[in-house]
């Protein structure tokens, strides 16, 4: 067997049996909540919060903002649980005492979270177009499934080096939770960005889903592909950066508690 | 060439303690352990709590790395060619976690053979085959979270075996296992002996080393104490003999009274339930009866014996009566 095959094998199985091994949501009625119930409940928060704080129709900004930053759940948690997980199972020292290459290893925890999290946010829209009247009949569909992708792949690289400080820290679900909620406000899910201090606009560029979020509702809008694909290839690269950071991180951390005999720290 | 060579080993932890006024406390693990252990060998690594076996396993194991000193695992060396080292050598951990729990066993396998990069078709034959080996034929595809602990342990066997490797690292594979599971584990651990397999075993169970082991290291306060055969290892009590003595709740200035009686080499207590077994090493034999007994003043005594010394005896008087 080559090492390509020896490689994509680790992948699809760290992907697929890391998964069902570490994602108590696989229990059904957990996940259909998560799935379904929560998104519906983000959204009705913002949507309610947003037109009565603003006094005006704008329920669509809202709508597609949240539908695409619940990505976050599967790219920021779930990613996170799934290489935090080993700490938990007591598997980080039996992960690394093979000599499984580390790439397959890394990035097969975060794939499933990506179709994970895509159909979270399509589940999403679907709430939005059934019990909210988003309006999706100028939208070129195809091209707003390409960009729910793409934002969930790049949420994702930021799930995995938030991930990665679980081989160091027992406390990484306080540093989750505070950038879901970050991620709230300085993608522009619920606050256009121009409308945010000039140094939070700063920040904003350089998180994933603040153009993927863009995107989405220029679609909507009735903009084509042509127009939002230059937000797309940033958004790409964003998630390219952090997916590179996190993969150099989980290698320097894998050295550092092999140093300081953190490994099997709970 | 041996299996494993060890040389001068040294590990030290570093702790940062306090939250304003930081100070890093440093904690020998240990010290200075040399050892090395031929092809095919079973060789124990013995020493009370905290006298740096495991720390010595996880260095072993690649994953921990020396502070000073180096190993070398079929030729290779653990830090500079960890790599080689991981595809030669298979490692169990005490307790029940390292495995997936909401994993079938089957699952737990085949995933840890793709970590290894084994071939799915050979994979395929050697996963029931190390299930049935370690007694878990049929109960592969249940869930790891209904297992009982032997069970889990067996697991970690049939998991460690999946590359076939040269070396392998038990520590204290029995620990929390009742008599029949550990029973049935050493009985796993003999048949990997018959294949050929180089084992390092530590244990606090000195009847098992004595069972299993073909030479062991005794190993106290992170350095080697004595290195020996388990024969070899008795002859440093054969001058002396065992006085077992059962009492009910003496009192520690009493022990320590009789610990500091001038024929008396090491003292070690074992309790149960409300008596206490002291085991008196003595070169006076049955002659000191009488006085352990006036130094027992007054205490309730039970059964005394005296018997010749054991394994855990010369272990005992080895690392200084802490038992």
Same mark, same amino acid.
Not at chain 1, 61 to 70: P, R
Not at chain 1, 259 to 262: E, H, K, V, Y
Not at chain 2, 172 to 191: K, M, N, Y
């Given at each position: 067997m080559n090492v390509l095959t020896k490689n994509l094998r680790l992948f699809w199985q760290g992907t697929m049996l890391s998964?069902i091994a570490?994602?108590?949501? *696989?229990?059904?009625?957990?996940?259909?909540?998560?799935?379904?119930?929560?998104? *519906?409940?983000?959204?009705?928060?913002?949507?309610?919060?947003?037109?009565?704080?603003?006094?005006?129709?704008?329920?669509?900004?809202?709508?597609?903002?949240?539908?695409?930053?619940?990505?976050?759940?599967?790219?920021?948690?779930?990613?996170?649980?799934?290489?935090?997980?080993d700490?938990?199972a007591g598997t980080l020292p039996y992960l690394f005492g093979t000599p499984a290459n580390r790439v397959m290893l890394f990035f097969g925890r975060?794939?499933?979270?990506?179709?994970?999290?895509?159909?979270?946010?399509?589940?999403?829209?679907?709430?939005?177009?059934?019990?909210?009247?988003?309006?999706?009949?100028?939208?070129?569909?195809?091209?707003?499934?390409?960009? &729910? *992708?793409?934002?969930?792949?790049?949420?994702?690289?930021?799930?995995?080096?938030?991930?990665?400080?679980?081989?160091?820290?027992?406390?990484?679900?306080?540093?989750?939770?505070?950038?879901?909620?970050?991620?709230? &406000?300085?993608?522009?899910?619920?606050?256009?960005?121009?409308?945010?201090?000039?140094?939070?606009?700063?920040?904003?560029?350089?998180?994933?889903?603040?153009?993927?979020?863009?995107?989405?509702?220029?679609?909507?809008?009735?903009?084509?592909?042509?127009?939002?694909?230059?937000?797309?290839?940033?958004?790409?690269?964003?998630?390219?950066?952090?997916?590179?950071?996190?993969?150099?991180?989980f290698h320097?951390?894998e050295?550092?508690?092999k140093?300081?005999?953190?490994l099997?720290?709970? | 060439?041996?299996a494993?060579?060890?040389?001068?080993?040294?590990?030290?932890?570093?702790?940062?303690?306090?939250?304003?006024?930081? !100070?890093?406390?440093?904690?020998?693990?240990?010290?200075?352990?040399?050892?090395?252990?031929?092809?095919?060998?079973?060789?124990?690594?013995?020493?009370?709590?905290?006298?740096?076996?495991?720390?010595?396993v996880k260095?072993l194991a690649t994953l921990?790395?020396?502070?000073?000193?180096?190993? !070398?695992i079929m030729g290779f060396?653990v830090?500079?060619q960890a790599n080689e080292v991981r595809k030669r050598i298979g490692f169990i951990f005490?307790?029940?976690r390292g495995l997936y729990?909401?994993l079938s066993a089957e699952d737990n396998l085949r995933y840890f053979a793709s970590l290894y990069g084994a071939d799915p078709e050979v994979s395929k034959k050697r996963i029931p085959y190390l299930l049935e080996m370690v007694?878990l034929?049929?109960?592969g595809?249940?869930?790891v979270?209904?297992?009982?602990?032997?069970?889990k342990?067996r697991l970690h066997v049939a998991r460690t075996l999946l590359h076939d490797p040269e070396v392998l690292f038990l520590d204290?594979?029995?620990?929390? @296992?009742?008599?029949?599971?550990?029973?049935?584990?050493?009985?796993?651990?003999?048949?990997l002996?018959?294949e050929k397999k180089t084992i390092l075993?530590?244990?606090?169970?000195?009847?098992?080393?004595?069972?299993?082991?073909?030479?062991?290291?005794?190993?106290?306060?992170?350095?080697?104490?004595?290195?020996?055969?388990?024969?070899?290892?008795?002859?440093?009590? !054969?001058?002396?003999?065992?006085?077992?003595?059962?009492?009910?709740?003496?009192?520690?200035?009493?022990?320590?009274?009789?610990?500091? @009686?001038?024929?008396?080499?090491?003292? !070690?207590?074992?309790?149960?339930?409300?008596?206490?077994?002291?085991?008196?090493?003595?070169?006076?034999?049955?002659?000191?009866?009488?006085?352990?007994?006036?130094?027992?003043?007054?205490?309730?005594?039970?059964?005394?014996?005296?018997?010749?010394?054991?394994?855990?005896?010369?272990?005992?008087?080895?690392?200084?009566?802490?038992?």
């Open positions: 998964y570490l994602f108590a949501w *696989l229990r059904p009625v957990t996940y259909a909540a998560s799935k379904i119930v929560m998104p *519906l409940a983000q959204m009705l928060f913002f949507v309610f919060l947003g037109t009565y704080a603003t006094n005006s129709n704008n329920v669509d900004f809202y709508v597609i903002g949240n539908a695409v930053q619940i990505t976050a759940v599967s790219g920021i948690f779930g990613v996170t649980m799934s290489v935090g997980g700490r938990w975060a794939f499933m979270h990506v179709i994970d999290g895509t159909i979270g946010v399509v589940i999403a829209f679907i709430w939005g177009v059934t019990l909210l009247g988003l309006d999706l009949s100028h939208t070129n569909l195809p091209a707003l499934g390409l960009t &729910i *992708l793409v934002t969930t792949l790049s949420t994702c690289a930021l799930g995995l080096l938030m991930g990665c400080l679980s081989l160091i820290t027992s406390n990484v679900m306080f540093v989750n939770n505070t950038v879901y909620f970050l991620l709230l &406000i300085f993608s522009g899910a619920n606050v256009a960005i121009d409308k945010l201090p000039a140094w939070m606009q700063a920040l904003s560029q350089i998180l994933p889903l603040t153009r993927g979020i863009a995107a989405s509702r220029a679609l909507v809008a009735g903009q084509g592909l042509a127009e939002i694909g230059p937000m797309l290839l940033t958004e790409l690269g964003i998630g390219f950066v952090y997916g590179t950071l996190g993969y150099f991180m320097w951390f050295v550092v508690a140093r300081r005999g953190s099997e720290t709970v | 060439m041996n494993i060579e060890v040389n001068h080993l040294k590990r030290v932890y570093r702790a940062a303690i306090g939250v304003f006024k930081r !100070s890093i406390k440093e904690v020998v693990a240990v010290d200075d352990i040399s050892f090395s252990v031929e092809k095919g060998e079973l060789f124990g690594l013995l020493g009370p709590n905290g006298a740096g076996k495991t720390t010595t260095m921990l790395i020396p502070t000073a000193g180096n190993i !070398s060396d830090v500079k005490g307790g029940e729990w909401r007694g034929k049929g109960r595809n249940e869930r979270e209904g297992y009982s602990r032997g069970m342990q204290e594979p029995t620990i929390g @296992l009742d008599p029949v599971g550990a029973r049935e584990f050493r009985q796993v651990i003999l048949d002996q018959t075993l530590t244990t606090h169970y000195m009847f098992e080393a004595d069972a299993l082991c073909d030479r062991i290291a005794v190993i106290d306060k992170g350095c080697t104490v004595a290195l020996d055969t388990p024969g070899g290892l008795k002859k440093h009590v !054969s001058d002396l003999s065992i006085v077992e003595m059962e009492t009910f709740g003496a009192p520690e200035e009493v022990l320590n009274g009789i610990r500091a @009686l001038p024929f008396v080499d090491a003292v !070690s207590v074992e309790d149960q339930d409300q008596r206490q077994l002291l085991k008196v090493q003595t070169e006076r034999g049955a002659e000191a009866v009488p006085d352990l007994m006036a130094a027992l003043d007054g205490q309730r005594v039970g059964r005394v014996i005296v018997r010749e010394p054991t394994l855990e005896d010369a272990y005992v008087r080895l690392v200084g009566g802490k038992v």
